[in-house]
């Protein structure tokens, strides 16, 4: 089972990655986590894209598709592939295609999150990370039990630094030029698996549900 999830910044792809990863036994693939990794080990992948990402821009094509290419040639356990945050672009997308086809691999689906903008907004200002492991809170809708501590490592909470507001509208506005033609890229396709981002956490996770064991 290879799944892609798609959506805006904020919109809950990595929450629901998480918990897709889990129930289905899959690998999370998650683009800006392994670029935030790079940045705190100081690797020169980590300090170049870190260019892009910390003022909300994308980080160049070839890098990110080599990226991908690399972490998909590592061996992983479990039943296959959750692509978060990578495809983003169209040329990424047909890139993915070409490396599905090298392995012999094909996707699954594509979960498309539909969030307004004005809750992304509030979702991303209000997100807080784990310093140490790097799961996400958000101090209203899904705090710690402990104020500014994460609940799995007593670690400090910490906000992105692409979190803060000149960042989060570049985002926004990078999201609607580069990744909206992404969404009717997989539309035309057939591919694309539309679901209500505006709900809980858990709501948004029960229409996801449905939708992958129907591909079982
Ligand atoms: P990345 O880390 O992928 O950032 P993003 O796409 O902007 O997505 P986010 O991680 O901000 O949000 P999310 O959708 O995962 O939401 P989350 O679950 O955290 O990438 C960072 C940067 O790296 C990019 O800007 C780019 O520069 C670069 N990059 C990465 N991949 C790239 C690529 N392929 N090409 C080029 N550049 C690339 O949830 C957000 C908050 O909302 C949390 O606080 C959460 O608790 C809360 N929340 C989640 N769901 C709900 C809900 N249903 N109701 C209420 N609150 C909710």
Redo the contacts with the bound molecule.
Sequence with gaps: MNIIIV?P???????QAKLICNEYNLTQL????I?RENYRQGTMLGKEAAK??SV????PDDI?INLIRQEMKKPVPGNGYIF?????TVA?ALSLRDIFDELTLSLTAVIVLDVDFNELIK??SA?RTCTKCGK???MM??PPKVEGICDLDNEPLCQRE?DKPAAIEN?LKVFKDQTLPLEKFFEDEGKAQHVP?M???DE?YAHIKNILDKCK
Excluded: C, E
């Design positions: 959506g910044p904020g919109a809950g792809k990595g929450t998650s683009t800006g986590d670029l892009y990402w909300g821009g994308l980080v990110m978060d945050g990578f495809p983003r990424q979702r991303l997100r996400t809170y958000h809708f899904n692409d985002r981002g709900l809980g956490i948004v």
